[in-house]
């Protein structure tokens, strides 16, 4: 267990770099500021170490050091300058307390000369991360003589992992917290409850683990999107899953603690219940399993429930927030429900969405009650938001800035940047993902508070930012760790360091980082073999049609529009994943149906069209493409039909729809059929006469 205790190993493994220009472009995140001067303090044997702290402060740094970095500390009220190490604490045990909130109290201040190294701070939270910073600087048992102060940009610097699509082991997740805390990363969401399997032990519903807590495979595509959804009983042969006890949260919660992190849990209400349904068909609306996924919100009984969970889960996670979930409820059964309707009528709810408001309101009652607060995903703003709710941002960042402008605290979690589970690279030399396309380079350029709001309510209510990793197409360690690093450098940064120095630098230092990585034994993307951008979307393509006045006869989804009326002739090809604004959507039942006006009757040589198909989320190659012209833009001429027949099923590819000949022709319509009502059509740029 102790090779996997945060990688400050690596001051007895790395070797020396021969400059201090390269020694500072190794840390990560990058500190605020740094200065250097000549010469190196040694790492000796018989290394003394004296700190001020005390009580169960000074156990737990003390138990960490020896462990970590041979480096036993002693406790004494005024350290002697006999000691080559000082750590010292300066603040109160009440500010020690305030720290995982308050990015001036995570502050530290590093001084190495080459007889001693001084670390300060108001907080032991301080004093860890200054450790950290050292680690980070020490190659070859030397580290420079250098200077710094820091302080995070952040309070809030997190990564949420989904256990319950996928189960992973007690172990794995102490070694996830490892990596968390060694890049300062101070915040673990532990989404522990959804439709892939209860997580947790509550042992006043034992149901909820003994048949949730295993289904009958592994396979997410078969077991869910093939709707073959069986839950089975512990002890089931060929039963896929599992859960943590009572126990293993403690474990894990102390774990996390002596490296502070705080674990922040979620349970998921009133949507992505169907486990809860299923081994409690009384919360649903339908009284039978298998019927819902949504819990019956207006139901007494569903809130007993709940807050009997909810008081088991407080006596495990001492974190100030829980984490309701809160997103994506379907709300479908609630229209016909006599018990919602009769809630509704009762508080003059004018729709579904005020009930999950006051639904969201009684939890939260319930919490402040009990000193806690809520944290919920986005759409808990749908409705009326609760009055001291905390919102977590992910259907992008407009949600996130006006709640803060509402003086609700934020934490940003825009899927476009800080979704892990999404490709990295080009998708056609990449293990499995869902859905997007989010580079290293796209997390490190997202700014969460834009100099607009510098100084106002925003700043003030925007608590950080957290990456997450949902897995249901990720059952295999390795494979979640290869998703995450280096990704997670990315947002590590950007929580922590003010004013960044650039891509390129950071690049160079993420490279050594991975290097770190491996040899502590975690499965990294090798960032040196990155592909890149599609080559089609690196620059603008030429043809005919550029710039041309389009008309939808079909209309695009406003959820995906792109640059609008002119994104399929703007010259801008899409990249590998559909959400960064260069693919444009389409889920109308007549498909894609465009209309390309040249202006003038023109010979048409070549029309290019690509699709995008994309399996985990309904993006689907046509069922047909048809390709049309006219010379008055009533009468059409077909000029080409074709059936793709790509299969449903394929994980991801891009289908190139070409057509060469030669007609003539002022209006080029171009009609592509989706293979099922409720699957999307996607596309980038429709090519004529390429120059």
Request: proline residues 5%; glycine residues 8%; hydrophobic residues 35%.
């Amino acid at each position: 267990m102790r090779k996997q205790i945060l990688f400050c190993v690596a001051l007895l493994l790395l070797s020396i770099l021969s400059s201090v220009s390269v020694v500072a472009q190794d840390v990560i995140p990058q500190p605020n500021n740094i200065s250097y001067s000549k010469g190196y303090f040694t790492l000796n044997k018989g290394l003394k170490a004296v700190t001020n702290l005390t009580g169960q402060d000074f156990k737990v740094l003390n138990q960490f050091t020896s462990d970590n970095m041979d480096m036993p500390l002693t406790s004494m009220k005024k350290p002697s300058k006999a000691y080559n190490v000082c750590l010292i604490c300066t603040g109160t045990a009440l500010q020690a307390t305030q720290a995982q909130d308050s990015a001036r109290l995570q502050g530290y201040e590093l001084e190495v000369s080459p007889k001693s190294i001084t670390i300060q701070s108001l907080t032991p939270t301080g004093l860890f991360y200054g450790l950290l910073t050292l680690a980070q600087l020490e190659k070859g048992r030397q580290i420079p003589c250098v200077k710094v102060k820091d302080t995070p940009c952040f309070p809030y610097r997190g990564l949420m992992i989904d256990c319950s699509r996928h189960f992973w082991t007690k172990k794995f997740i102490m070694k996830q917290l490892d990596a968390m805390a060694y890049f300062k990363l101070n915040r673990f969401h532990w989404h522990l409850t959804d439709g892939g399997g209860w997580r947790i032990e509550v042992k006043q519903y034992p149901r909820l683990t003994n048949e949730t807590a295993y289904r009958t495979q592994s396979d997410w595509v078969k077991w869910w999107m093939e709707k073959d959804r069986k839950y089975c009983p512990v002890g089931t042969p060929g039963a896929y899953g599992g859960y943590y006890t009572q126990q293993d949260i403690k474990d894990i919660v102390r774990y996390a603690a002596a490296r502070h992190i705080t674990v922040i849990p979620e349970i998921e209400m009133p949507g992505h219940s169907d486990e809860v349904v299923y081994a409690y068909p009384e919360l649903s609306c339908t009284g039978k399993p298998y019927t819902q996924s949504d819990l019956c919100v207006g139901k007494e009984k569903t809130y007993t429930f709940l807050e009997n969970v909810l008081k088991e889960v407080m006596q495990l996670f001492p974190s100030e927030y829980i984490h309701i979930g809160g997103d994506e409820a379907e709300r479908r059964t609630w229209n016909t429900c006599p018990d919602c309707q009769r809630l509704m009528k009762e508080h003059n709810l004018k729709n579904t969405a005020e009930l999950q408001s006051y639904f969201t309101h009684r939890i939260e009652q319930f919490l402040n009650k009990n000193g806690r607060k809520l944290l919920g995903w986005d759409e808990i703003m749908e409705g009326k938001l609760a009055p001291n709710a905390a919102v977590m941002s992910w259907r992008g960042t407009d949600a996130g800035i006006e709640a803060a402008k509402h003086k609700h605290h934020v934490v940003m979690a825009p899927q476009q940047y800080y979704y892990l589970n999404m490709y990295q690279d080009d998708p056609m030399g990449q293990p499995k993902a869902q859905g997007g396309y989010t580079r290293l380079d796209k997390i490190y350029s997202y700014n969460p508070l834009p100099m607009t709001y510098k100084g106002t309510d925003v700043e003030k209510y925007m608590d950080g930012v957290q990456a997450c990793v949902w897995t249901e197409f990720i059952s295999e360690p390795d494979h979640l760790e290869y998703m995450l690093y280096p990704r997670l450098f990315a947002l590590a940064e950007t929580g922590w360091t003010k004013k960044p120095t650039g891509y390129v630098d950071f690049h160079r230092r993420a490279l050594v980082n991975v290097e770190r990585l491996k040899k502590e034994g975690y499965h990294v993307f090798d960032l040196s073999k990155e592909k890149g951008p599609r080559e089609e979307s690196r620059s603008i393509t030429i043809h005919e049609a550029l710039g041309k006045p389009v008309t939808y006869l079909g209309r695009y989804s406003e959820k995906y529009r792109a640059e609008g009326d002119s994104s399929l002739v703007n010259g801008l090809r899409g990249d590998w994943g559909y959400l960064e604004g260069r693919w444009q959507g389409f889920i109308d039942s007549t498909g894609m149906d465009v209309v390309v006006d040249m202006g003038k009757i023109t010979d048409i040589r070549d029309v290019e069209v690509d699709f995008m198909h994309m399996y985990d989320v309904v993006i689907y190659a046509p069922e047909s493409v048809t390709l049309m012209v006219s010379d008055d833009g009533k009468n059409y001429k077909t000029i080409d039909k074709i059936n793709p027949g790509i299969k449903a099923n394929v994980p991801y590819l891009l289908y190139p729809y070409v057509w060469k000949g030669n007609v003539k022709g002022r209006y080029v319509r171009m009609k592509a059929l989706s293979r099922e009502p409720d699957a999307w059509i996607f596309t980038d740029e429709i090519i004529i006469n390429r120059k």
